[in-house]
């Protein structure tokens, strides 16, 4: 079972950018869909920003991050990346890595991750 963890996040001012990884201990990380959600506040429900197929060929995102971040693998650095740009406020949380196999190595998963594999968490804080 794979086991995944976060890069640390951090503190960037509004406009400005930041890359977030996640690492997956496995070489079965090619047989996971993968994805980043985020938890703005405690007790508010974690929603997804960004999921991408087995492949990397195909990717979805949530409507308040379309076009500013991107989700992208490299499945032979078992790594998962997260480029953020023109970051706002609103987009301070902890972020969190997923994982969850499919049989489809073209799909882009985008819920079910429940019951899959999950990062610890890395706190990202935009300020103004």
């Known amino acids: 079972q794979v086991h995944l963890v976060e890069s640390v996040g951090g503190l960037v001012q509004v406009g400005g950018s930041l890359r977030l990884s996640c690492a997956a201990s496995?070489?079965?990380?090619?047989?996971?869909?993968m994805a980043w959600f985020r938890r703005q506040a405690p007790g508010k429900e974690r929603e997804l920003v960004a999921?991408?197929?087995?492949?990397?060929?195909?990717?979805a995102y949530g409507d308040s991050v379309r076009a500013r971040f991107t989700i992208s693998r490299n499945n032979a650095k078992n790594t998962l990346y997260l480029q953020m740009n023109s970051l706002q406020p609103e987009d301070t949380a902890v972020y969190y890595c997923?994982?969850?196999?499919?049989?489809?190595?073209?799909?882009?998963?985008?819920?079910?991750?429940?019951?899959?594999?999950w990062g610890q968490g890395t706190h990202v804080t935009v300020s103004s």
């Open positions: 999921a991408i197929s087995r492949t990397g060929g195909a990717t």
């Open positions: 496995s070489r079965t990380f090619s047989a996971y869909a």
């Open positions: 997923a994982a969850k196999g499919d049989l489809n190595p073209g799909r882009v998963v985008r819920d079910g991750y429940e019951g899959g594999i």
